[in-house]
T-cell receptor, first 115, second 112 residues
Framework: DVKVTQSSRYLVKRTGEKVFLECVQD?????MFWYRQDPGLGLRLIYF???????EKGDIPEGYSVSREKKERFSLILESASTNQTSMYLC??????????????FGDGTRLSIL | AQSVTQLGSHVSVSEGALVLLRCNYS??????LFWYVQYPNQGLQLLLK??????LVKGINGFEAEFKKSETSFHLTKPSAHMSDAAEYFC??????????FGSGTRLLVRP
């Protein structure tokens, strides 16, 4: 069965800290994604990666960076955490398809609070 | 640019009643459309997907959705609501770069 694992369910950090959110998938998927979810705004794409060491900015990349050194692992980095980055973060993965019809598979999310 | 609109941030139904969650999309190319469900404190789970093979798509847990090109809609329905259906539902459409564009979500409340 498909499995996307996020390293932490809940995380509390302080303003200015460097924060790492980790995501691992066991399905050999090429694509991986990081979203943040806020009430009333749905899911907004932060970054995505379609191959090892490849990344593309999503809709809201400011204040974030990513790392994909291995196919199965995609890390989201908050360089200097701020209170407006308090949110639910969701990782997802999918197969590459020329017809773009492959669904994304999601982890259970990390609820991050920045104090 | 593609976009998704979900009408109604909250929908409340009685147990056993019809569930109807609305989704309208805009797309300049033939779309691929998805419905996801999110239970409290969990990630998103795929309910069903439209990939042009059939306009009526059946998904898990008794849900189905009908693609109507003329109305640019992909509404989600279930004939009889169950208490366990209470969750948040998201409609999504793909763009050409494998990214999903999500609607803002509809929270379904089921009254006993």
């Amino acid at each position: 069965d498909v499995k996307v694992t996020q390293s932490s369910r809940y995380l509390v950090k302080r303003t200015g800290e460097k924060v790492f959110l980790e995501c691992v998938q066991d399905m050999d998927h090429e694509n991986m994604f990081w979203y943040r979810q806020d009430p009333g705004l749905g899911l907004r794409l932060i970054y995505f990666s379609y191959d090892v060491k490849m990344k593309e900015k999503g809709d809201i990349p400011e204040g974030y960076s990513v790392s994909r050194e291995k196919k199965e692992r995609f890390s989201l980095i908050l360089e200097s955490a701020s209170t407006n980055q308090t949110s639910m973060y969701l990782c997802a993965s999918s197969l590459i398809s020329q017809r773009s019809n492959q669904p994304q598979h999601f982890g259970d999310g990390t609820r991050l609070s920045i104090l | 640019a593609q976009s998704v609109t979900q009408l109604g941030s909250h929908v409340s139904v009685s147990e056993g009643a019809l569930v109807l969650l609305r989704c309208n999309y805009s797309s300049s190319v033939p779309p691929y459309l998805f419905w996801y469900v999110q239970y409290p404190n969990q990630g998103l789970q795929l309910l069903l997907k439209y990939t042009s093979a059939a306009t009526l798509v059946k998904g898990i847990n008794g849900f189905e959705a009908e693609f109507k090109k003329s109305e640019t809609s992909f509404h989600l329905t279930k004939p009889s609501a169950h208490m366990s259906d209470a969750a948040e539902y998201f409609c999504a459409v793909t763009d050409s770069s494998y990214k999903l564009i999500f609607g803002s979500g509809t929270r379904l409340l089921v009254r006993p």
